[in-house]
C-alpha cells in the first residue's frame, strides 16, 4: 500500500517531464535544474494503476491508458513508478505466472508456466516444481536452471545490492546482477559492504574473476554494490 498521497500527473505534466529529460540528455544542467527536476518528478504519483472487474485484475498508465486488460489474477507493479506503454509487468494467470507486455492487449513475452516469478528486471528468480532458478528476462532463457533448493531475493527484487545467492545440494552459489554466478561449491557467504566473502574448505577467503576460490582480497571479483 501507498503510504503517502499525491497527485496524478496531467497530460500537461507528462510534457513538461519530458522536456526536463531533454534537458537532462544535453549533460549542461546545473545542480539547481536538477534539484528542481526532483522536486517536480517527486510531487506526482506516476504509477501505474491496478484496477478489477469481476475478480481479474488489469493495469492502467498513470493517465488512464489501459495498456492490460482484466485478465489476471495478479501482478507486480511498484508504487510510483510509471508504467508506460510496452513495459514488461509479471501477472498471474490461470494459476501460473508469467511476463506479459503491457500493449493494451497482454502479449506473452514469457508464458505463463512458473509457480512464481520476481519483478522482470534483467533477471529474476523463479519458482517451478518446488524448485528455485534464475530467467534472463531479455531472452527467455534460464540463466539457472530451476533446480535450486533456495534463492536469496528481497520482495520482488533479486539482488540485494547488485547480489544473490542460491542454495543446491547443500552448498551455495553466488550471482551478480552482472549475470555472473559459481557454481554451489561453498559452505557459506556472507556480505554487507564491500567483497563477498565465502568459506571453501573450512578457509574464508573471496572469489576471483574466473570463479576460483582465493585468500586475495585484491583478487576479489563479487562485491556488493551502491544500493
Same mark, same amino acid.
Not at 147 to 151: A, R
Not at 196 to 206: L, N, R, T
Given at each position: 500500500m501507498k503510504n503517502i498521497s499525491l497527485p496524478r500527473p496531467t497530460l500537461t =505534466?507528462? $510534457?513538461? *517531464?519530458?522536456?526536463?529529460? =531533454?534537458? $537532462?540528455?544535453?549533460?549542461?544542467?546545473?545542480?539547481?535544474?536538477?534539484?528542481? /527536476?526532483? =522536486?517536480?518528478?517527486?510531487? /506526482?504519483?506516476?504509477?501505474?494503476?491496478? /484496477?478489477?472487474v469481476n475478480d481479474k485484475c488489469g493495469l492502467k498508465t498513470a493517465l488512464g491508458e489501459m495498456v492490460l486488460p482484466a485478465a489476471y489474477e495478479d501482478?507486480?507493479?511498484?508504487?510510483? *513508478?510509471?508504467t508506460a506503454k510496452g513495459d514488461r509487468v509479471s501477472a498471474c494467470h490461470n494459476g501460473k505466472w508469467g511476463v506479459v507486455i503491457a500493449d493494451g492487449i497482454g502479449t506473452w513475452h514469457i508464458q505463463p508456466e512458473y509457480d512464481y516469478i520476481g519483478y522482470p528486471c534483467d533477471f529474476t528468480h523463479v519458482r517451478k516444481d518446488n524448485k528455485w532458478g534464475v530467467l534472463n528476462v531479455s531472452t527467455g532463457e534460464y540463466l539457472i536452471p530451476p533446480?535450486?533448493?533456495?534463492?536469496s531475493h528481497e520482495s520482488m527484487f533479486l539482488f540485494i545490492n547488485g547480489l544473490a545467492v542460491y542454495d543446491k545440494d547443500g552448498k551455495t552459489g553466488v550471482i551478480s546482477s552482472c549475470g555472473a554466478f559459481t557454481a554451489a561449491e561453498f559452505d557459506d557467504v556472507e556480505w554487507s559492504e564491500g567483497s563477498?566473502?565465502? @568459506?571453501? $574448505?573450512? @578457509?574464508?577467503? /573471496?572469489i576471483n574473476e574466473e570463479n576460483k576460490f582465493t585468500t586475495d582480497e585484491d583478487e576479489a571479483y563479487y562485491a556488493c554494490q551502491d544500493s
Open positions: =505534466d507528462y $510534457q513538461k *517531464r519530458n522536456t526536463y529529460y =531533454d534537458i $537532462q540528455n544535453t549533460h549542461e544542467t546545473t545542480s539547481e535544474q536538477d534539484m528542481e /527536476f526532483m =522536486d517536480f518528478t517527486n510531487s /506526482f504519483d506516476w504509477s501505474g494503476e491496478i /484496477f478489477q501482478m507486480l507493479v511498484l508504487s510510483f *513508478r510509471d533446480e535450486c533448493d533456495s534463492i563477498v566473502k565465502v @568459506k571453501y $574448505q573450512d @578457509k574464508w577467503g /573471496f
